[in-house]
């Protein structure tokens, strides 16, 4: 804790706090994205406040400020004064790239986390789920130890006081969760099962065909099992841990030296219920962890977050190299189309097994999923040699996916960047890598290195998509032409081209005479006005004839499949 936090949490009295960590975890996405966190994201939060920029702010140490009344660029002054009052995060509705810098910026410099809030939440909705995240700490911090419903071994021991039995907490799969002490002599299924963390087969078997957990898992009845002293069993009582009608555990208890006590029953129902909301919040805790580290990482691909905040929370030093690795699966096309489901399985298993890979070879790695895309980050790179490092370790995960998954994965290796300030520039070249590649079956991983020219021609094309004024007039006139006549003029040229004039060759990619080629070469010249003998112009020919099919154009669709049949 820092420490102005501690300063104003002696002098007020105020309440507990939240690290900020865990009140993002509770509100960000879909509402919130980090802009920057200079101080990391253990600062506690106390309070939230709403702030209106033509009132006095009146902020506090550890307040999460809500700036209502402005928007982007012209919060930059309530930021100002926020920080300077010692708020932990001030929220602000940002629509633009440059008020976002503007903003971050002064976040920085005053020592606040910078909150950019979706234009489309509303702030009612965002205050009730801060303030309920800053309230259940508050509760949790003020209950009593013995009464904190955070620790099952705790309440483990509490319903063995109340019942006096020996307690266990299992899970769905019958693993031992949290267990009492107990000095009671316990009976063998009891010791085999904390030492295995699970209870023998041969019990559970017997259980199952006595049907003891089909009545465990349907509702909250407490279930008795007798003792039988011929396998070494002592009388025991159980109850389902529910929420709503999905089981999530058991709560065991033993008969030890004295009988269980008369209100085991309703001790057992109020520990399931109690037991029920704990392990929900756990469940809830480890999948949210590890989405707020792959939403660090978004943050950094997208360039919203400052590399520093995101650095600190990692345990990366933001001064040193990086580079990004994108990973897809692509379709096996010879097993016709995969079922929905088993893609997205096939994705899930990918992504564990990447994490499992990156984080092998760099602690602070980084894994997160964006579309049918998963990207990597390894930070703290060695200046030298850090490429083939990280060409090896993705040629090794390739493999990897290929022999457990059975899939065909592609990899794409952006470029290595100095800091990670430029990991969205690696970001970028390793998407383009992999655009480039969706077209080769062979290709498995490339650096840019490897598919430089077909990424350059790529940006040539997306340039002149987005730009209308460089489109050659004569080329529309062609293919235009050949929708309306159903000709194949355009077609015939780029085929020529890309034969390098080879007639025979283009010929027979197109499956007509050459003689036949030449006269659609002529005539497309003669229609259009375009000079195949300028080697300039042959070339800007090429390219747009290169974007009319990327976009489908009618007389192009069939070019490449002609051209891939031919090679055949």
């Known amino acids: ?88 995060a001030v929220a602000v509705k940002v629509d633009a790239d440059q008020d976002a810098r503007a903003l971050r910026e ?134 389902g841990i529910h929420a709503g009608t ?108 990447i994490s499992v890979h990156a984080a092998s070879y760099r602690r602070s790695a980084l894994v997160t999923t964006i579309g049918s895309r998963v990207y990597v980050l390894l930070p703290d790179l060695p200046d030298r040699s850090a490429e083939s490092a990280v060409v090896g370790l993705t040629r090794e995960i390739v493999a990897a996916a290929k022999s457990h998954l059975r899939a065909r994965v592609q990899a794409g290796i952006g470029s290595v960047v100095s800091t990670l300030e430029e990991v969205a520039v690696s970001r970028t070249d390793a998407d383009r890598i992999l655009d480039a590649m969706a077209h080769d079956v062979e290709a498995e991983v490339a650096t840019i290195a490897d598919v430089r020219s077909r990424v350059l021609v790529s940006e040539v094309l997306t340039l002149m998509q987005h730009h209308e004024r460089v489109r050659d007039p004569r080329v529309v006139l062609l293919t235009n032409h050949d929708v309306e006549h159903g000709t194949e003029l355009a077609r015939s040229v780029l085929a020529y081209l890309e034969a390098f004039g080879e007639v025979r060759r283009a010929g027979g990619w197109l499956h007509i005479h050459p003689n036949t080629l030449r006269y659609r070469i002529r005539r497309a010249c003669e229609l259009s006005g375009i000079d195949l003998a300028e080697p300039t112009e042959r070339l800007s020919v090429h390219l747009q004839l290169l974007l009319a099919q990327r976009h489908g154009g009618a007389a192009l669709r069939c070019f490449r499949e002609a051209s891939d049949a031919w090679h055949a």
């Open 246 to 353: 999905q089981p999530l555990g058991t709560i065991w208890v033993q008969e030890g030296v004295r009988p269980l006590s008369e209100r085991t029953d309703r001790a057992l129902l109020g520990a399931a219920r109690v037991a029920a909301l704990q392990l929900i919040r756990h469940r809830t805790e480890t999948t949210a962890a590890p989405r707020f580290r792959e939403n660090l990482l978004t943050g950094l691909l997208d360039s919203r977050i400052d590399a520093e905040s995101a650095a600190g929370s990692i345990g990366a030093d933001a001064r040193k190299p990086g580079v990004v690795v994108v990973f897809t699966l692509r379709p096996d096309e010879r097993a016709g189309s995969a079922d929905r489901s088993e893609i997205e399985l096939q994705r899930a298993e990918m992504t564990s097994l």
């Open 106 to 239: 002064t976040a920085i410099d005053g020592g606040t986390a910078l909150l950019g809030v979706r234009p489309e939440v509303r702030w009612e909705q965002l205050e009730a789920l801060a303030r309920s995240a800053v309230d259940n700490a508050r509760l949790t911090a003020e209950a009593d130890v013995g009464e904190s419903p955070g620790d099952l071994f705790s309440l483990a021991q509490t319903v063995a006081t109340m019942t006096e039995g020996i307690v266990s907490i299992e899970d769905t799969a019958s693993r031992v969760l949290a267990y009492s002490r107990s000095d009671d002599e316990v009976d063998e299924l009891r010791r085999l099962s904390i030492l295995g963390r699970r209870g023998p087969e041969p019990f559970l078997a017997m259980l199952r065909e006595w049907g003891v957990y089909r009545r465990l898992r349907s509702g909250e009845e407490v279930v008795r099992i007798d003792e039988r002293p011929d396998l070494g069993i002592r009388r025991r009582m159980a109850v």
């Open 1 to 88: 804790m820092d420490g102005a936090a501690v300063d104003g949490a002696a002098g007020s009295g105020r309440a507990a706090a939240v690290p900020l960590r865990r009140l993002l975890i509770a509100v960000a996405e879909p509402l919130v994205d980090v802009l920057a966190a200079p101080r990391g994201f253990d600062v506690d939060v106390r309070d939230v406040v709403i702030v209106d920029p033509d009132e006095e702010s009146g902020t506090r140490s550890g307040d999460l400020v809500l700036v209502i009344g402005a928007r982007g660029r012209s919060a930059v002054r309530s930021v100002r004064a926020a920080a300077r009052g010692g708020a932990a």
